[in-house]
């Protein structure tokens, strides 16, 4: 039988690999790897074309896990992901200069970060949303605190409703047809940072502790039958709530937004809404097994199930609908991926360059922002056809407005 991946052999459970067509690196390559040597690890990892190197493990894979989770596989960014909604504007309702627009989502929702008394990333006085939202959120948090009281300065509410930095975004959006979508990526912000962090570090102590070695720290795992387990299951769950929470609140506090800019017509936004993580852990069943699932830049595609598979700035996005492919764990790519680190970014390309890139999308085009540019990142097309086997295209949209962190 022909299949559409490439499978990558190790002394324990394959790996296989969509990546036909799009590079994978080396480093990646080994990461992928030594994941897969786990004895943990059944029945195989599944790669994503977006693949690439990450800090704990290897950005776009599906990682099944028996009776344990690596919680350095999930990460410190824990439950992000993306949103997006179909509204009854199109393409014709946008006013020629689209500033305003870019300006009062800016001044709607905190973004980036600051060092110093006044994070501009954060609320300094959370409004009613957020105090709301928080008011759902709080008991589970304080039960998590009393066990883990180190947990508890990280920043919580103050992050609740806003964007972030580095990869983080919201967007306006033209789709084939062009209808205007708004569409934004952010995660658990600092609290699930933190929460990250200490279970990775705990996971660490707790193997070192019992003599049990793992072919990299960062693929140190937590026992399920252990405190600790139980512990970071109920945290990582509260964490991937409070990410999901947070793009709700910005959706809406861009939609508010949006309908204060003078030149736009009366709009809704409740047309088509798609909220996904794309950095979680959750129990699933596959191939008649129980196991924990862990999708490190990677995003669910069950059969009928929408996603949504962002390219960079001033490359196209997609709403996609999942086909169930067992072989992938039901999961397809999150994105387009880098194609180079940051800093290479930084070193290789300049703002001229970066602004070609982007030309026609209002956005940020200063040097802070060149570690994003679209050359940093794979070919969003190639990225696509190597997973056609995962997921069909429902929409296909274009970057009009860009607000990076």
Same mark, same amino acid.
């Given at each position: 039988m022909t299949t559409s991946y490439t499978q990558l052999e190790t002394s324990h459970v394959p790996v296989k690999a969509w990546v036909r067509g799009v590079p994978l690196e080396e480093s990646a390559r080994k990461q992928l790897l030594q994941t897969a040597t786990l004895p943990i690890v059944q029945p195989w990892v599944a790669a994503m074309p977006d693949v690439h190197f990450g800090l704990g493990a290897t950005i776009g894979s599906v990682v099944p896990t028996v009776? *344990?989770? #690596?919680?350095?596989? =999930?990460? =410190?960014? #824990?439950?992000?992901?993306?949103?997006?909604?179909?509204t009854t504007l199109t393409a014709n309702d946008l006013p020629d200069n689209l500033a305003p627009l870019r300006h009062a989502i800016e001044k709607a929702v905190p973004h980036g970060r600051s060092v110093g008394r006044r994070d501009k990333g954060a609320w300094h006085e959370p409004g009613d949303p957020q105090v709301q939202a928080w008011e759902q959120l709080n008991p589970r948090f304080q039960c998590i605190c009393e066990k883990h009281r180190k947990l508890g300065g990280a920043n919580h509410i103050t992050h609740l409703g806003t964007l972030g930095g580095g990869n983080h975004f919201i967007e306006v959006c033209l789709d084939e047809a062009d209808r205007v979508w708004i569409m934004l990526h952010s995660g658990s912000r600092g609290i699930g940072n933190a929460i990250g962090t200490y279970f990775i570090e705990k996971a660490r102590n707790e193997m070192n502790a019992l003599g049990m070695e793992v072919p990299h720290q960062d693929l140190s795992y937590l026992r399920e039958g252990t405190q600790s387990f139980d512990d970071y299951v109920e945290a990582v769950e509260w964490a991937q709530d409070f990410a999901r929470m947070n793009r709700e609140l910005m959706m809406r506090a861009v939609v508010a937004a949006l309908r204060t800019v003078r030149m736009l017509p009366k709009f809704h936004a409740d047309v088509m809404a798609v909220n996904c993580h794309h950095n979680y852990v959750t129990r699933e069943t596959h191939y008649g097994q129980e196991v924990w699932l862990t999708r490190k830049g990677a995003v669910r595609a069950g059969a009928g199930e929408l996603g949504i598979i962002p390219g960079s700035m001033g490359a196209r996005s997609f709403i996609v609908r999942g086909k169930g492919n067992a072989e992938s764990f039901e999961s397809c790519s999150h994105g387009a991926g880098r194609a180079l680190s940051r800093t290479?970014? %930084? %070193? %290789?390309?300049? !703002? *001229?360059?970066? %602004?070609?890139?982007?030309?026609g999308v209002e956005c940020r085009k200063d040097k802070e =922002?060149?570690?994003?540019?679209?050359?940093?990142?794979? /070919? #969003? /097309?190639? =990225?696509?056809? *190597?997973?056609? /086997? !995962?997921v069909d295209i429902v929409h296909t949209l274009r970057q009009v407005v860009c607000v990076k962190g």
């Open positions: 009776k *344990a989770i #690596i919680p350095a596989a =999930v990460g =410190v960014d #824990i439950g992000c992901g993306m949103m997006a909604a179909q290479e970014a %930084r %070193r %290789r390309f300049t !703002l *001229a360059d970066h %602004r070609a890139a982007t030309e =922002v060149i570690d994003e540019t679209p050359m940093a990142y794979k /070919d #969003i /097309d190639a =990225v696509m056809a *190597a997973q056609a /086997d !995962l």
